[in-house]
């Protein structure tokens, strides 16, 4: 039997963020007529990941490629989803789990940020007069925050004047603080770029400071885009032709 495609999420009050994740899933599906994809959530939504897992376990399902849909390897990548994954499997016998790498980084968040500008109204000649936030939904964990400012710095490389990270909550500097810091240094038009993939409190909070901060471009979250669904496709074939990882042993 084929592997199936588990897509962990992360989870939220706010509706829209679970009907994102759905439509996101929904892309890859079409993407892929006959792969299995089942979404997760670590809280606030259902199913959670165990009960996700029992139930392709009950339909006949022994091989389940776990992606987390995290930009960056933070806590949920490291801890929370490797320790939901593990549960299961100690109460499933003959299930294996293969788990995929986190989205980022990749080109195809890039072109996926460059299609919501687009969307927002930039076109391809604003690029050498427009200075851009990458605003994320932040982290503490310092690897995290390191790829973001990479992220940074390899999309300044296309061509836009300055490209500066920013960050909704656990580290510096917030977005309205990098606009106003970017037009201070004289840049006349400044966009910002959520670097999150589902609305909800944190990418409300960019928003909120774009706007407060008198930002010229606001694009929306990257969503449903289907670059987003491509890398998505991208990650599980890598997972997929790998050994099932070494989950954590759980504690007694």
Not at 63 to 90: C, N
Not at 151 to 172: D, H, Q, Y
Request: net charge positive; charged share 20%; hydrophobic share 50%.
């Amino acid at each position: 039997m084929s592997h199936a495609l588990l897509v962990i999420a992360h989870g939220s009050r706010d509706p829209r963020h679970a009907a994102t994740v759905h439509a996101l899933t929904g892309r890859v599906r079409a993407l892929r007529p006959g792969l299995r994809v089942e979404t997760a959530f670590l809280d606030f939504n259902t199913p959670t990941v165990g009960q996700a897992l029992s139930s392709l376990y009950l339909s006949g399902v022994r091989e389940v490629v776990a992606l987390p849909l995290l930009l960056t390897r933070a806590f949920h990548a490291k801890s929370d989803i490797p320790a939901a994954l593990a549960e299961s499997t100690s109460r499933l016998p003959g299930l294996s789990v293969r788990v995929a790498d986190v989205l980022g980084p990749s080109p195809l968040l890039l072109t996926a940020l460059e299609r919501r500008l687009s969307e927002a109204g930039l076109t391809p000649a604003d690029r050498a007069t427009t200075a851009v936030v990458l605003a994320s939904a932040g982290s503490t964990d310092p690897e995290a925050i390191v790829v973001i400012a990479e992220t940074a710095r390899e999309w300044r490389r296309t061509g836009w004047c300055a490209v500066r990270p920013a960050f909704a909550s656990a580290a510096l500097p917030r977005t309205e603080d990098a606009v106003r810091a970017l037009r201070a240094e004289g840049f006349e038009r400044v966009a910002v770029a959520p670097y999150v993939i589902a609305p909800g409190r944190l990418p409300d909070r960019i928003t909120a400071g774009a706007e407060a901060a008198g930002a010229d471009v606001v694009a929306d979250v990257l969503g449903a885009a289907p670059e987003l669904a491509r890398l998505l496709l991208h990650r599980f074939d890598a997972a997929a032709a790998t050994t099932p990882a070494r989950l954590p042993a759980l504690s007694a």
